[in-house]
């Protein structure tokens, strides 16, 4: 099982890999505050990237409205942090559920019914806006006065309830990216990803080679939807707040899926590249511009458009296949 | 268990009123190779479609290995063991040949490294080794139908349904093609195929089916099938000096 991981995978490709993640290890190390809560920002895209990979990349499924997930999650793991004091570590398993129950419903009722492409996509926006405005009246949670999660100052990092400080964070975010690469390595290795790669390119002709369509498509949906979860959980608990117009907004699904389209959609250090990529530089731009006397709202989403423009027109598989192609890491990774 | 492994008896289907397939019967022997041949239009395909599972027959049935399959998805199709091409090919084109094929191999070996020696095995009976690592997408319109062929025979059919794979291939090609089939076919792969080439459905053919205008007019050794009047008349036409 772990030879699989490697199999086919050149030795550069490892060193690289293992270089870049000693990088991430030492990283806190060597910042200051600021530079850490942009590092945790590119793990939480990269890894939340890497789940809406696994539906898009893997099985040709666009989801636009992945925040769905997010939010669910999130406010599953903090209503039951708040109302009940039961930790996120516990939380987190039924904020799974619900999440994955959620992307079962929506691709249940989508596939079942031949729902595909553009029309998929819609259909996952509608579930998240209407869940959105679902939300602005849950009164268990506040409405649209959005739910807090309280904050103390902590002297002890406590890992267990997800309270401290930002490195703590940071370290959690970093194994659960690493876990999420690897087990996405092991399912685009396995019979399942060869299987969705199938349906993706032609489902008719996959479906001929004995693919249950449907069946693979749901399990798709599942797992995305379901690692898609912890990153809602972590956002509860590391922005201790929560608001339905931002979290379960379609611009927070467009955020998300970035990353993956500027990195490689279909690869898996894609979203990692992506997200690096984008946020590095969005924040770059941001601070410069501060730097220089101009402080523009919106200056962050227009740098996103600009990206996006370039990578549509120059680089339309993203960055990462003619990056590892020139690296000479072939075309696996 | 008849001695038939596939017997399609009676199926028709309609769309919006058209009549595209009307109450046609015809039965594969275990072992044998047998060619479904007409005109353009005249429903072949969408017979290979309702054998296939791709449309459910509207009247009629059809029976596999004595069991009724017509009405089944595609994929259970499949794992009762009919593997077909597409007339219209549909490789994964991000995918490189090899791993178009074993997507197929995968069906009887759940492990991807068996699979994948496997699926080498199939490109070098098709004699496509040397493209294995080339993307689908860059593989020539000959190779692609070589590729299709490879891939439905990954999934280890008894029944092989060919959807013109001979179309577009030079005469020379369609001979090594005519002589992996019969190979093929030793090895006790039945074969049902729609093909225009009548060089290759000759070679091939120990029955033809002829369909015109949805309904068979013909049937019988390929030789006698061809001095038919019938066929000659709505088919045939030039071609009945051979």
């Known amino acids: 099982m772990i030879s699989r991981l490697v199999d086919g995978v050149p030795r550069r490709a490892l060193i690289l890999l293992g270089l870049f993640l000693a990088l991430l290890l030492v990283a806190p190390l060597l910042v200051d505050g600021y530079i850490l809560s942009i590092l945790i920002l590119v793990l939480y895209f990269a890894y939340t990237g890497q789940a809406w990979n696994v539906m898009m990349g893997f099985a040709g499924q666009l989801s636009l409205g992945h925040s769905l997930y997010v939010g669910v999650a999130a406010y599953t793991a903090a209503a039951l942090y708040v109302h009940f004091g039961i930790g996120p570590w516990a939380g987190v398993w039924l904020a799974i559920l619900i999440s994955v129950a959620c992307g079962l419903f929506i691709g249940f009722l989508a596939f079942r019914f031949g729902i595909s492409g553009v029309y998929f996509a819609l259909l996952t926006i509608a579930f998240a806006e209407f869940t959105r405005v679902g939300f602005d009246h849950f009164d268990w949670v506040n409405g649209s006065g959005g739910f807090f999660l309280p904050v103390t100052q902590y002297s002890v990092n406590d890992p267990l309830n997800l309270r401290g400080a930002p490195v703590m964070f940071y370290y959690i975010l970093l194994a659960i990216t690493v876990l999420a690469f690897l087990f996405c390595r092991w399912l685009l290795t396995g019979r399942i990803g060869y299987y969705w790669l199938a349906i993706r390119e032609e489902p008719e002709a996959a479906q001929t080679l004995g693919i249950n369509v449907f069946r693979y498509k749901m399990i798709a949906v599942a797992i995305s939807a379901g690692m898609t979860a912890l990153s809602g959980v972590f956002f509860a608990f590391y922005y201790n707040n929560l608001f339905p117009e931002q979290i379960f907004s379609m611009s927070r699904s467009i955020e998300l899926i970035l990353g993956p389209i500027i990195g490689g959609i279909g690869s898996l250090f894609g979203p990692i590249l992506g997200a690096v990529v984008l946020t590095v530089l969005a924040e770059s731009v941001t601070e410069i511009m501060h730097a220089l006397g101009y402080d523009i709202p919106g200056i962050k989403q227009v740098f996103y458009g600009l990206c996006l423009l370039v990578v549509i027109i120059y680089l339309p598989n993203g960055i990462w296949p003619p990056l590892r192609k020139r690296l000479g890491l072939g075309d696996h990774s | ?242």
């Open chain 2, 1 to 242: 268990m008849s001695a038939h492994l596939l017997t399609v008896d009676g199926i028709s289907k309609s769309f919006r009123g058209l009549r595209a397939v009307s109450a046609a019967s015809l039965t594969v022997p275990q072992g044998s190779i047998v060619s479904l041949i007409g005109p353009n239009g005249a429903g072949k395909t969408t017979c290979f479609n309702m054998i296939a599972g791709v449309f459910k027959p509207d009247e009629g049935s059809i029976s596999f290995e004595g069991r009724r399959i017509d009405g089944l998805r595609p994929d259970l199709i499949c794992h009762a063991g009919i593997g077909r091409t597409f007339q219209i090919v549909k490789p994964f084109k991000e995918l490189t040949a090899l791993q178009n094929v074993i997507v197929g191999a995968l069906r009887t070996e759940p492990d991807v490294r068996v699979a994948r020696r496997k699926a080498e095995a199939v490109l070098d009976r098709l004699g496509m080794l040397d493209k294995r690592d080339q993307p689908a997408a860059q593989l020539t319109l000959p190779e692609r139908k070589r590729l299709e062929v490879a891939r439905a025979l990954a999934t280890e059919p008894k029944l092989l349904l060919l959807d013109e794979v001979m179309a577009g291939l030079r005469p020379t090609e369609t001979d090594q093609m005519v002589a992996v089939f019969k190979e093929l076919n030793r090895q006790g792969v039945t074969i049902l195929l729609i093909e225009h080439v009548m060089r290759a459905v000759m070679a091939l053919s120990q029955q033809v089916v002829v369909l015109h205008h949805g309904q068979v007019i013909a049937r019988g050794a390929p030789e006698e099938v061809v001095r038919d009047p019938a066929v000659l008349e709505c088919y045939l036409g030039e071609e009945a000096e051979v």
